[in-house]
């Protein structure tokens, strides 16, 4: 939720970008759209003042002739009726027929295509008709048949089709007004190909800002993840700093004390908790001085060819001695002698800090192994327990620095979030690797490989 809450800006961010985009291709496309019908609307008009001084008709002549011989059938009939204009079915009738005839039989079509071919423009052309007003002329007066609806008006004015010209004829038996436009075959194809340019770059930009957005999103909250584990760090660590300086704080008010000063013995065993206290507050000195020192520098390993399994029995069996009965320790050593180039300190680290985890991270009495066999070029060492476990989501995150997985507020053992992010160092400067497998409340297998020599 929190993270969608920090995303919320980006997205709205984003999505202002893309409208604004299709607002600006739309644009574009709007303006190519009227230049492109202005174009041919303006070439039309030369032509058509062109053909005017030859062709009085416009290549209407045989389209007219047929619709004079056809209002003259229909005459008898609109006499009959009262008002044929507000005949609905006779006016549609009527404007149908003069339409088919004004399209099919006329010649301005062809002649426009061959002039814009000349001119280097699209030919392919489709005539649209739109009739405005037909009246049949009778003997006595004009009877008005058709008239179109202001709401037809409406649509042809913004029909996507280009206006040429509205003609208005007279002949013996009709007089007629209608607009004549036309459809260009490829339109749009012609206007995608003008635009092309701003659609590619408008496609482009999006992509390298939403890119942009994404990394920037990305490490913005890593660093967020970094910084929360510094503090947790940082807590815990001032907590461990707290617990020694309290106890040494006190042993020196007890010393003062006096009922202390005459007694040797209680001076003596305060003096050796004040000096337990302080080796320990050293360690834990030391330990932050290593971390940053670690930090600074790579690992200075001071590695020698040696016997693993050796080394490895050596560290299980001072863990066996520093466990005690309080834990159920197994070990499987399968080496066969098998030699690696291993710095001792840094390894024994790294296996005690695994063994040291398989305890803590137990509850009642811990049942720890310690397995190493070979495996091809490599000598594997495993460590297994029985212990809570670890959720599939938190494996992803526990050989980071400082992560700990998170019990609430509190956590319920001690401890700094850096062993396994130094079990992971140390394999890798042996020129290894960790991975760990595990299952909440059952348990968790850490396996280490390094290369071995021979
Ligand atoms: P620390 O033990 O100081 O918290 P580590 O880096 O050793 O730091 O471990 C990181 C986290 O991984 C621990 O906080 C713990 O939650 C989890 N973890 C490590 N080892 C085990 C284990 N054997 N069983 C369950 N959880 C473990």
Known sequence: MQKFKTLLPVFIALALFILAQIYIVRQVWMQKDEVFSLRYRSVSKEYIQELASYDSYYGFKEAYFMLDELALLWLPKSRALLNPEDSAVYAKQIREYFTKYLTEDQLLSEYLSKYFDKLGLEKKIKPLIYVNYIELIDIQENIRVY???LSELKKQQSNTSILIHTFNSEENNYKISFDYYIDIANKEKIILREISLTLILSILSFIIISSIFIATMKSYMEEKRLSGLKTDFINNMTHE???PLS?????GKTIKHDSVIGDKQKIIETANMIGKQSVHLNKLINLILEISMWERTQFQLDK????VEELIKDIGDNFRNGCGKECNFIEEY???GAKADVDILYFTTMVN???NNAVKYSKNTPEVQLEARTDNNDIIIKVVD???????SDQKNIFDKFYRVST???HQSKGLGLGLYYVKKIAESHGGSVGVSSKKGKGSVFIVSIPKTI
Do not use: C, E, Q
């Open 147 to 149: 008239k179109a609806p």
């Open 304 to 307: 020698k060819n040696i016997d």
């Open 334 to 336: 399968d080496l066969n």
């Open 247 to 251: 106890t040494i704080t006190v042993a």
């Open 353 to 355: 800090n695994l063994l």
């Open 408 to 410: 609430g507020n509190i």
């Open 386 to 392: 029985k212990g809570i476990g670890i959720s599939r």
């Open 241 to 243: 700093l707290k617990t």
